[in-house]
């Protein structure tokens, strides 16, 4: 069969409509900033309702969404284990990490690496923060250009470019406001779709659910519990990702500005709770269509085309599966997933370098409305270093291994740093640089021998904490507050109701 199909002029008509109210809500929110917190924090006056959907449309969709589905239907759907990971992590950043950040009235997480090691700890982490979503922005872009590729034979090179710049146009207009609203109605969308999908399979899948599952477990499609170095297993996935959720919603900017733009601490507590439960839910939902697509194919194999796998099976079936129109709001929900990731990303990236880097260096004052600007200017040039960053992901292949390689490089270490700040008086940033070396030196050694993704993240976080911590103890630093640690002063952890 065929690849290739015509896209048609509803579903185009559907998708660029989708496009242009992204773009219309960021005119809408453009001009209201007054200040660096209201156009990086939505002057801290969001609802936790709000703040819980774009925390899962951030962080977990752009490559979920086509990246899990594409694992069950290559691999297995051991990848259930990060929906009980995420509700395992909320409770342990509810207790670590968000009292500090509340107390301490942080702009950005790095901050509190700032007071708690000092100046030069900040700088590093904030680095490192930006070299590895500048990566995950560029797998971010690459997931929807792939999918226009996929589906309207555009040029790959070209569909990474368009989206790039659709993407940071609106969220340079209208800050975190536009970016958390456009996040709501991605997130309404996504799950819209990837729910329309499931039920089709039920439908068009011989004996719907019990056909579906009982395929996929005589294909050995289902869950992996044994522990193997090169292959995905459900055991490994949870440790994995227990430790990789506690990174991306503990101590990411990504989800810290989200929640520090919530009003209240108890509000943060019911975002970041009710974001594990849809992480349980949704990933699930997901790697259902994986395993329901494996059983469509497999009962009806001329229906797929030679070559389409892993990744691009999703689309495929999109496409080819399902009617005219319908076919254009699922495409429309994939662009959703992608989008909603890239303009947080770029949004928190503009945050850190100016909070971060700038204010901090600054030697004369600078006026809100001169920040602002600067931001905008920010917000346009990262995303161009990201459209190039996709370019070099599109080489990589697999989505999520993509992201995975360049979070598991650089945001390990930080994880780390974190976690002795917080957990260890005797802790400093000495140590930790003494550790961070070798972490990453090993962890791209054990990316080029063939070890399975999922090893990657924990294993570098793993190296450099305990270097880090070991090398603390031998090495002195002047520099630190432990107070802020859970180890602190009585009364030093309270925090607004």
């Known amino acids: 069969m065929e690849s290739a199909v015509e896209f048609g002029a509803l579903n185009y008509a559907i998708l660029i409509g989708y496009l242009m109210l992204m773009f219309g809500i960021g005119l809408a929110f453009a001009g209201r900033q007054k200040s660096t917190e209201d156009y990086f924090l939505a002057g801290r006056n969001m609802p936790w309702l709000v703040v819980a959907m774009s925390m899962f449309a951030s962080v977990t969709s752009a490559s979920s969404y086509i990246g899990l589905p594409g694992s069950a239907y290559s691999e297995n759907s051991s990848l259930l284990m990060v929906g009980f990971a995420s509700v395992l992590a909320a409770p342990v950043l509810v207790c670590l990490f968000f009292p500090f950040y509340r107390r301490l009235n ?93 039920v089709t399979l039920i439908v068009n899948v011989p004996n719907g659910f019990s056909g579906i599952i009982q395929t996929a477990q005589q294909n050995d499609h289902l869950m992996n519990w044994d522990v193997s170095l090169f292959e995905m297993s459900a055991t490994v996935v949870l440790a994995s990702y227990f430790v990789i959720l506690i990174q991306e919603y503990g101590t990411d900017q990504v989800s810290v500005q989200r929640l520090m733009a919530v009003k209240t601490y108890r509000g943060m507590v019911r975002a970041a709770l009710l974001n594990s439960f849809f992480d349980l839910l949704i990933v699930t939902l997901l790697l259902f269509l994986g395993i329901g697509m494996f059983a469509y194919y497999t009962h009806f194999q001329d229906l797929l085309a030679t070559g389409v796998e892993g990744d691009r099976v999703l689309p495929f079936y999109i496409v080819h599966a399902l009617p005219n129109g319908i076919s254009g709001l699922l495409i429309t929900a994939l662009f959703a997933a992608a989008m909603s990731s890239m303009d947080s990303g770029i949004n928190s990236l503009a945050t850190v370098i100016v909070t971060d880097f700038i204010k901090p260096l600054r030697r004369k004052p600078s006026t809100p409305r001169n920040d602002i600007r600067l931001a905008r200017y920010l917000t346009f040039s990262l995303g161009a270093l990201a459209i190039g960053v996709a370019c070099y992901a599109s080489t990589i292949g697999q989505v999520l291994k993509a992201s995975q390689t360049f979070l598991g490089l650089f945001s390990g270490p930080v994880l780390a740093l974190f976690m002795l700040g917080v957990l260890s008086r005797r802790a400093n940033f000495r140590g930790w640089c003494v550790g961070t070396v070798p972490a990453i030196v090993a962890t791209i050694y054990v990316q080029r021998i063939g070890i399975h993704w999922t090893y990657y993240f924990p294993f570098c976080f793993a190296v450099s904490f305990v270097v880090g911590y070991l090398a603390s103890a031998l090495i002195s630093d002047p520099h630190g507050r432990t107070e802020l640690t859970i180890w602190g002063e009585p009364g030093s952890r309270e925090v607004e109701s």
Do not use: C, H, K
């Open 106 to 198: 942080v702009t950005t997480s790095y901050e509190y690496i700032g007071q708690r090691f000092g100046r030069s700890a900040r700088f590093t982490t904030s680095g490192l923060f930006v070299l590895a979503r500048l990566g995950w922005l560029g797998v971010v872009i690459y997931s929807p250009s792939l999918v226009i590729s996929e589906v309207a034979g555009l040029n790959l090179y070209l569909a990474i470019v368009l989206m790039g710049i659709l993407a940071v146009s609106y969220t340079s207009l209208g800050g975190l406001s536009a970016v958390l609203w456009t996040d709501v109605l991605q997130f309404i969308v996504l799950v819209g779709g990837a729910v329309w999908v499931a």
